[in-house]
Structure formats: structure tokens, C-alpha cells
T-cell receptor
Framework: DAKTTQPPSMDCAEGRAANLPCNHS???????VYWYRQIHSQGPQYIIH???NNETNEMASLIITEDRKSSTLILPHATLRDTAVYYC??????????????FGKGTLLTVNP | SAVISQKPSRDICQRGTSLTIQCQVD?????MFWYRQQPGQSLTLIAT?????????ESGFVIDKFPISRPNLTFSTLTVSNMSPEDSSIYLC????????FGPGTRLTVL
């Protein structure tokens, strides 16, 4: 699986949009970009994933550049509850043995009042 | 999505003993995964548990230390054997058909 690079930490004001970047310059054509977050010692929570088109769900939006070498997770109106470590992970599609997720260090997002 | 539960949620154990952690999924899944998260660290995959076959372990993890069972498509156990304080971690299981979902984790402290 391709490696990802994320800033170690970011701050955001409550109510503002949080934009979390991720570089994955070695991503392969069959690899998806997944985002998870982990709120203090809880199990990671799935947020969103995409291949090459921008995606949006009730939690966030995912913007993937045209060359697929980087992406941005957008939390449109951050709240204090969004304070967490955010992980950007790339992995191949499918359900086989290479389905495993490889976690990096992620970005600690702190939402301030 | 898959809803995953784990038991116990936390435990404090003595050195040299073993602890078995249970993971239950609310739907049938082919593969389940076990991760370890040491204090202040990210998640590390221990093994992949496939129903009906032996688990596949990642580098640095061995079956004698972390035996895994996968008796059916909704359940798995991970045993942490002959524990030492270095085994103090959060242990998490995950599963899912396409997207992987995680359980709440088991916080283990070894004295």
C-alpha cells in the first residue's frame, strides 16, 4: 500500500471549516483514499473514502486532486467533538488479504472554542 | 456498516497470565482483523483472521504469543499469552465487507 504524509497537528476554531491535507504521491490506480478518526482511545471511526472523484457524506467532504497524489478532508463546521486524530490511509480495493489498513501517525486536530 | 463489540472493555492482569479478548460482529464477514495500539502510538496490525483457516500474522507477531480463533463468520477471539508489562496496550478488532469498521477496543494493563 502507498504511504501517506500528514501534518502532525492542526488547530481549528469551532464553527469554522477544518481542512486536513494528506499527501499520497505513490498511490496506485487501484488504491482508494480512506479517512478515519480516533477520538481519545476509542476505536477508529470511519469517515469517508474515495477513488478519484470528490465525495461527500453527512460527516465530511473528500477532495482528491486530479493526479490523485494528494487529498483534503473537509469538516465543514467543526465542533469541539471533532477533536481527534485523523488518519489518511490508502489501500487497494477489494476484500482479499490485502484489505488490511496501515495506519500512520495521523493528524491531531484540536478544535478550539 | 458493521457494528462490532468487544469484551472485556478493559482489564488489569498479572504478569505471566493470559487474557482472551472476544470480538462480535453483527453481520457475517469473511475477514476480521486484530490491531494493537501501544500507549501514545498508532495502530499496528497483529493478524488477519479468516474463517476456516489459520490466522495470518504480521511481522513481529507470532501465534504462540497471540493465538487467534475464528469459529464462525461473526466471531473471533485474540489471546494475549504469558503477558508482560510491555503487552499493556489497547487491542482492537475490525471487520467489514468493503469498508472496515472497528470495535471500541480492550484496554489491557499488565502489572
Amino acid at each position: 500500500d502507498a504511504k501517506t504524509t500528514q501534518p502532525p497537528s492542526m488547530d481549528c476554531a469551532e464553527g469554522r471549516a477544518a481542512n486536513l491535507p494528506c499527501n499520497h504521491s505513490t498511490i496506485s490506480g487501484n488504491e482508494y483514499v480512506y479517512w478515519y478518526r480516533q477520538i481519545h482511545s476509542q476505536g477508529p471511526q470511519y469517515i469517508i473514502h474515495g477513488l478519484k472523484n470528490n465525495e461527500t457524506n453527512e460527516m465530511a467532504s473528500l477532495i482528491i486532486t486530479e493526479d490523485r497524489k494528494s487529498s483534503t478532508l473537509i469538516l465543514p463546521h467543526a465542533t469541539l467533538r471533532d477533536t481527534a486524530v485523523y488518519y489518511c490511509i490508502v489501500r487497494v480495493a477489494g476484500r482479499g488479504s490485502n484489505y488490511k489498513l496501515t495506519f500512520g501517525k495521523g493528524t491531531l486536530l484540536t478544535v478550539n472554542p | 456498516s458493521a457494528v462490532i463489540s468487544q469484551k472485556p472493555s478493559r482489564d488489569i492482569c498479572q504478569r505471566g497470565t493470559s487474557l482472551t479478548i472476544q470480538c462480535q460482529v453483527d453481520s457475517q464477514v469473511t475477514m476480521m482483523f486484530w490491531y494493537r495500539q501501544q500507549p501514545g502510538q498508532s495502530l499496528t496490525l497483529i493478524a488477519t483472521a479468516n474463517q476456516g483457516s489459520e490466522a495470518t500474522y504480521e511481522s513481529g507477531f507470532v501465534i504462540d504469543k497471540f493465538p487467534i480463533s475464528r469459529p464462525n463468520l461473526t466471531f473471533s477471539t485474540l489471546t494475549v499469552s504469558n503477558m508482560s508489562p510491555e503487552d499493556s496496550s489497547i487491542y482492537l478488532c475490525s471487520a467489514g465487507l468493503d469498508t472496515q469498521y472497528f470495535g471500541p477496543g480492550t484496554r489491557l494493563t499488565v502489572l
